[in-house]
């Protein structure tokens, strides 16, 4: 399975990583976990954001941290079934941010349709 980062992501990334020194190996569990099954397993850690109804999906999880000892991260990817790959959105802790960023969503699904055609 192929794994990509949006240039957001890298970004919120690098900073969380500051602050939550564990982030690093954290998205390599996630990262093992999605690969086993990359379009959620139906329970309440996984949310499909958007779909278009075949095989591609926006999903939303909760990410274990250690650095905080819970599931306070968000992790948003999009999953295309046809190619198998990932591309990361946005990571964001639970605390200080509430909801994902719907724009950046919107504007990814725009950027791919336009690729398709």
Not at 66 to 76: A, E, H, T
Request: hydrophobic residues 35%; contains cysteine; glycine residues 6%.
């Amino acid at each position: 399975m192929e794994f990509s980062e949006s240039d957001e992501f890298k970004k919120e990334f690098k900073k969380l990583q500051k602050k939550y020194p564990s982030l690093e190996d954290d998205l390599k569990v996630v990262k093992k976990a999605i690969a086993a099954n990359p379009a959620g397993n139906g329970t309440k850690h996984w949310n499909i954001l958007k779909t278009d109804g075949a095989e591609s999906h926006i999903l939303k999880m909760r990410m274990m941290c250690r650095s905080v000892k819970g599931s306070q991260f968000r992790l948003i990817y999009f999953y295309d079934g046809q190619n198998v790959e990932v591309l990361f959105v946005e990571v964001y802790f639970k605390g200080s941010k509430e909801r994902e960023d719907s724009e950046r969503i919107d504007c990814l699904i725009v950027s791919l349709v336009e690729d398709k055609k």
